[in-house]
């Protein structure tokens, strides 16, 4: 049943935004097994009710997928692939300013943010991987008296499920490598920031897209989420998330069909500053790296080892830097740290802040509310720490940071490589004999040297250790949206 649940508010400067609530699935919005409520984090206040998919309407995206797969997409030339992400690419930048309040409106991130950078991240990765359709080819082999060759072909239908805390600009991290190798997708959203999504499936419809080619649908983890990843006709699944749900997705997996399976997880990530480093720039970075997107980053560098000669030095700086953070409405283009996503994260963090008092850490600024409605925690910095507090070895996802000293390049090694967790870490010196040094010790999926959180469509990103499998963008990220079969041909006879 084909249904039209649009829906209209309001910002808080008053713009409105309208935007449909269904399901997406065969290119029409669609009634799911219940709702559920969507909450602005600004003000806990709710923005509407979306329609949320149990296992009936999991079942019939993915038989739209595979049906799609069948009759149209696996016959779709390269060429019309790569022309249909580019035009998808152009209507997202046409609408760049509304699809931006909604990001916010939903997420809390800052506007300046969703408009400047997560939104035309969206574009910008579809016309990459766009790009990458018609040069997609195998190699011939010499062998002994046959041709032999190979092709790279689609695996099918792919699941990418996506978090909350860059709700489009992941959706495009999946969507550009899975279409451009010529698979189609059921996508599904966070429970708590499915909007922006739901407007991108608009836009799928308006540039053309076959129906059932690109399929997004909102439900809970534990139910949409866990019959995607159990599902016989999903061939492979792309998921962005904590450690802990990225195992239950290979548990999933193992005990299905054995689908090819890609985590991007958690992280925990040092960010080391060295002696000779350019103090200024590493104040500005080190802020950057823990407190952009509130702190809600799976690379973000919220263990800062600073060396023993500018450690006092760093700290004051750092704290007078972090003081000027305006913290607020995030539809005012000044905002940079917005609300925390929801009510559980909130306690979530407020609750590893007590734990960091309570083992004897110093909170040497912030730790408390800010404000009085919303989700907003006071930007916090912890100092005194030991590698064993529970606010060193687990992943906070808020704007909470801990700095400590460290000796020479052996102790920060040690020290850094002290958790479970490999997915980011940064170097700061302006030595760069030791910043090659430094950064090829470090057991992590990437290395900054000198800044921070720079993220880019062309670059792989992924982890170490329990910070995931595979790696998102870049080239590398074709590997997991394919299957390498080889071809012989006796051509003796």
Known sequence: ????????????????????????????????????????PTTGEKICAVQAAEEAQVNAAVDAAEKAYKDVWSKTSARERAR???????????????????????????????????????????????????????????????????RHEPIGVCAAIIPWNFPLMMAGWKLGPALTTGNVVVLKTSELTPLSALKLAELVKEAGFPPGVINIITGYGAVAGDKLARHPKVGKVAFTGSTAVGRLIMKASAETNLKKVTLELGGKSPNIIFNDADIDQAVKWAHKGIFFNHGQCCCAGSRVYVQEGIYDKFLERFKAYTAETKVGDPFDEDTFQGPQISQVQYDRIMGYIKA????????????????????????????????????????????????????????????????????????????????????NKLEAGTVWVNCYNELDYNTPFGGYKQSGIGRENGEYALDNYVQIKAVKINVGL
């Open 84 to 150: 249909l992400m580019n035009k998808l690419a152009d209507l997202i930048d046409a609408n760049v300013d509304e699809i931006a309040k909604i990001e916010t409106l939903d997420n809390g991130k800052g506007i300046a943010f969703s408009r400047g950078y997560d939104i035309p991240q969206v574009a910008i990765t579809l016309r990459y991987f766009a790009g990458f359709a018609d040069k997609l080819h195998g190699k011939v082999i010499e062998t002994e008296g046959k041709l032999s060759y190979t």
């Open 1 to 40: 049943m084909t249904v039209n649940f649009v829906v209209e508010t309001t910002t808080s400067k008053g713009d409105k935004l309208t935007f449909n609530t269904g399901l997406f699935i065969n290119n029409e919005f669609v009634e799911g097994a219940s709702t559920i409520d969507v909450i602005n």
């Open 356 to 439: 960091g008092k309570e083992e004897g850490a110093t909170c040497y600024m912030g730790g408390s509310r800010f404000g009085d409605k919303g989700y907003f925690i006071e930007p916090t910095v912890f100092t005194d720490v030991k590698e064993n507090m529970k606010i060193m070895q687990e992943e906070i996802f808020g704007p909470v940071v801990a700095v400590s000293k460290f000796k020479d390049i052996d102790d920060v090694i040690e020290k850094a490589h002290d958790t479970t967790y490999g997915l980011a870490a940064a170097v700061f010196t302006t030595n760069i004999t030791q910043a090659v040094t430094v950064a």
